[in-house]
């Protein structure tokens, strides 16, 4: 059974699973997290999107009381990330972005492992990740140091699972891993998450953001904007072209001389030109701004 505080919903919304309210932490001159607040609703796919260096792993830590934050506070199911730090890492699961199971140790110990480590019923756990399991167990005598990314990704999604967690955080799991399992990964999540599991996830990769409920673009140890995917594209201030130059660079450079254009990316094979409103750019077509046009603009 999940093992939530008694009282963890009392006068709560469902908005939060979790709530941080000016997170900080600095490493001597380097503000990681800078004066961060966020909200969870349960329930949902959180996605953290941005470079590496973002800050996106900090606070991830921090979340999960790994680490403690110099300003600020965190509840995360109503446990507060510093003071109760023991009864809330029972309550999630946590795949850092480095692969840290045995690496000496076959599938099938890795996950006995960490089911004794829980207090789990090895058989009950086994149903729990039935639906990952069954792709790897052909190989579950094998030595985790020896799997491929895809089979390491899932056999450490299954160690994160395994005492059925009420939340779980991914940092990065995706990093590495080959489009395929890319999607395979996408696609158990969003079966998870029909089950009721609320995921916080973080990507570099913004065409994972399309598969979230709701993502932060973060930067700099700072959130720009937090929102649905689909309603991206209203926090876009200008009109936004696309177009195909022979020469991209030498376009650049030149398009940026032109009275009313606000900003040129390359974007493919093509480039995307931000104008103010009214203004035509020659040879191009008028397009809705994606999430990374948003998050590009915002960056600025």
């Known amino acids: 059974e999940r093992r939530f505080p008694e ?49 996106k792993t ?16 965190a509840t995360v199911a109503g446990c507060d990330v510093v003071r109760d730090y023991r009864r809330l890492r029972s309550l999630f699961g946590y795949m850092p972005g480095r692969f840290s199971l045995y690496q000496d140790h076959s599938i099938e110990e890795n996950i006995a492992f960490f089911a004794s480590v829980f207090g789990a019923d090895l058989g009950r756990a086994y149903e729990r ?11 579950k005598t094998r030595r985790a140091g020896q799997l491929s990314g895809g089979m390491k990704q899932k056999l450490a999604l299954c160690c994160a699972l395994i005492h059925e967690p009420a939340l779980l955080f991914l940092d990065e799991p995706t990093t590495g891993v080959d489009a395929v399992s890319r ?23 913004m065409d994972e953001a399309s598969r979230c409920d709701r993502i932060a673009f973060i930067k700099g140890g700072k959130i720009l904007l937090t ?14 072209w696309s177009v195909e130059p022979p020469d991209r660079n030498r376009y650049l450079d030149d398009i940026m001389g032109m009275d009313g254009v606000h900003s040129a990316w390359s974007f493919g094979q093509s480039v995307h030109v931000a104008t103010h409103q009214g203004v035509n750019i020659p040879d191009a077509v008028p397009i809705t701004p994606g999430i990374e046009d948003v998050f590009m603009e915002l960056s600025r």
């Open 183 to 205: 999607r395979e990964f996408w696609d158990m999540l969003s079966r998870f998450k029909a089950r009721g599991l609320t995921i916080l996830v973080s990507t570099p990769y």
């Open 58 to 73: 900090t606070l991830i830590r921090i979340l999960t009381s790994l680490m403690r934050p110099d300003a600020g506070t």
């Open 129 to 139: 990740i039935r639906d990952i399991y069954v792709q790897i167990e052909p190989f």
């Open 227 to 240: 929102d649905a995917p689909g309603d991206m594209a209203r926090h876009f201030p200008h009109d936004l």
């Open 7 to 55: 009282d963890w919903h009392a006068g709560r919304t469902k908005a939060e699973m979790i709530q941080a309210r000016g997170l900080s932490k600095r490493f001597g001159a380097l503000e990681a997290v800078g004066g961060i607040d966020l909200d969870v609703r349960e329930g949902e796919i959180f996605g953290l999107i941005g470079p590496d260096g973002a800050g």
